[in-house]
Nanobody, 123 residues
Framework: QVQLVESGGGLVQAGGSLRLSCAAS????????MGWFRQAPGKEREFVAA????????YYADSVKGRFIMSRDNAKKTVSLQMNSLKPEDTAVYYC????????????????WGQGTQVTVSS
């Protein structure tokens, strides 16, 4: 079992920045993936970024590439999402997720989820 606790989020003007963090507890594996997803009202949950605890690569959705940076701290079992140049269309509830299978962008392949944190970008 993996428990995920998110922090960060809030209200920011377009062009601003926010940082989300997610602390994982429980057993994790080097090939396990951590991902960030988001869900706007009336829309499906969509992939934002993901990495593995033991890997070197981070993957991003095209919509956030060049603006968002996902990082990890293996010792603290924490991942973060630095969001820069925010746009109103980034407004959504952001979720941290984990699995023990590897890197996927499909949210159905993640077993563990945080409670979500609201990010609102005003124009």
């Amino acid at each position: 079992q993996v428990q995920l606790v998110e922090s960060g989020g809030g209200l920011v003007q377009a062009g601003g920045s926010l940082r989300l963090s997610c602390a994982a507890s429980g057993r994790t594996f080097s090939n396990a993936a951590m991902g960030w997803f988001r869900q706007a009202p009336g829309k499906e949950r969509e992939f934002v970024a993901a990495l593995t605890w033991g890997g070197l690569s981070t993957y991003y959705a095209d919509s956030v590439k060049g603006r968002f940076i996902m990082s990890r701290d293996n010792a603290k079992k924490t991942v973060s999402l630095q969001m820069n140049s925010l746009k109103p269309e980034d407004t959504a509830v952001y979720y941290c997720a984990a699995n023990n299978r590897g890197l996927y962008s499909n949210p159905r392949l993640y077993e563990y989820w945080g409670q979500g944190t609201q990010v609102t970008v005003s124009s």
